[in-house]
């Protein structure tokens, strides 16, 4: 279960990091949201600022972090992980009135009845979701953000961590292979976003697969070690590039030469496998320490 979870909570974040919808032109996406007003016309002589969405004050963390594991599960199929809504599935909740007149649930919970099949949640699973839709619409294009920058604000959902227990987590389990002053430097600021830092650390790589060629290591019958940057690699042929640049291609027969492919996201997988954490909790822990380290 814990794999399945830790597992799942790393696809999706690939999935939204894959999603982060394009930037609208600018002036279009401050005001975009209210009453499903669209492009500029819609924005033109509001200030968001007003809008109770930016305004309010966000709930806790543990509603939002709990509201988000909901909306996944529950809501996600048809309204999109980013709320842009799933053609023909579902709308766009970003734009919706229903959940921008909402306070604390009231509105969004009573919509939720008349969904068909009706949607009942416990009262406390409604606001925790409603707050948690509240958190992301908060985040539109808010003050601070210039106009059209901040698509979705899923960002707000991934830094709901704690740095401290982060850094505890982090000293534990990761330094032994990384320092905050050494390689990991500035992580921080590394990334656009920190869905990216997430998905950076979470995956182990920066990313774009463009590290360049995965190290080998070919073992001969008699022993013998070759070690390369592998060009190639099928039931019949290996292809290194050595140390020097040149190429070596052999052949595989009855299972000589043996073939090692260091995979370095090897310990990143694992470490996802074994992450016990059901809530995300390490993981969000973990990104918001990162996010720190500027
Ligand atoms: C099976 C698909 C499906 C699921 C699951 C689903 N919805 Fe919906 N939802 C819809 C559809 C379709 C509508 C539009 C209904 C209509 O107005 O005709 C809608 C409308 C809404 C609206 C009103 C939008 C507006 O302004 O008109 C809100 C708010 C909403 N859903 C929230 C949620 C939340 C929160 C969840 C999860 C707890 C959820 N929905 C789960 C399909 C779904
Ligand atoms: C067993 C060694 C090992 C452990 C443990 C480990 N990592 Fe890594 N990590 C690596 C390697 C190797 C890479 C580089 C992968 C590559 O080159 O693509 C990497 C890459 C990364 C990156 C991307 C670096 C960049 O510059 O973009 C981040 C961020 C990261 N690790 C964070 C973590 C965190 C956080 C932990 C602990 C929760 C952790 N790692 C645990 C070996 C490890």
């Not at 594991?69 to 599935?89: F, I, P, T």
Request: net charge positive; proline share 5%; aromatic share 4%.
């Amino acid at each position: 279960m814990a794999k399945f979870r830790a597992l799942a909570a790393a696809s999706l974040t690939f999935l939204l990091m894959a999603q982060e919808p394009p930037v609208p032109a600018a002036g279009t996406g401050r005001g975009a949201g209210r009453g499903g007003g669209r492009g500029a016309s819609g924005a033109a002589g509001r200030s968001p600022d007003k809008f109770s969405q930016f305004i309010r004050p966000l709930a806790s963390q543990d509603v939002l972090v709990r509201g988000k594991s909901l909306y996944e599960g529950n809501c996600a199929s048809c309204h999109a992980a980013d709320m842009r809504g799933v053609a023909g599935k579902g709308n766009n909740l970003l734009r919706s009135a229903i959940a921008m007149d909402d306070q604390h649930g009231e509105l969004i919970t009573a919509n939720l009845a008349k969904h068909n099949p009706p949607l009942n949640l416990v009262a406390a699973d409604g606001v925790a979701v409603s707050e948690y839709i509240h958190g992301v619409l908060a985040t539109m294009g808010a003050q601070g953000s210039p106009p059209g920058r901040n698509p979705v604000g899923l960002n707000l959902t991934v830094l709901v961590g704690d740095p401290q227990a982060g850094k505890v987590y982090f000293d534990a389990h990761c330094a032994s292979c990384h320092s905050i002053t050494g390689d990991l430097k500035g992580i921080g600021s590394k990334y656009a976003s920190p869905i990216a830092l997430q998905n950076a650390w979470v995956a182990g790589s920066a990313g774009a697969g463009g590290r360049g060629g995965r190290k080998a290591t070919v073992t001969l019958q008699n022993g013998q070690k070759i070690e390369g940057t592998l060009v190639r690699e099928d039931d019949f042929l290996v292809v290194l590039t050595l140390a020097d640049g040149t190429r070596r291609a052999m052949s595989i027969e009855n299972g000589w030469p043996k073939v090692d492919v260091a995979d370095p996201q090897a310990a990143h997988k694992k470490m996802v496998l074994e992450l016990d954490d059901p809530h995300d909790k390490n993981m969000h822990d973990v990104t918001a320490y990162l996010a720190t380290l500027k």
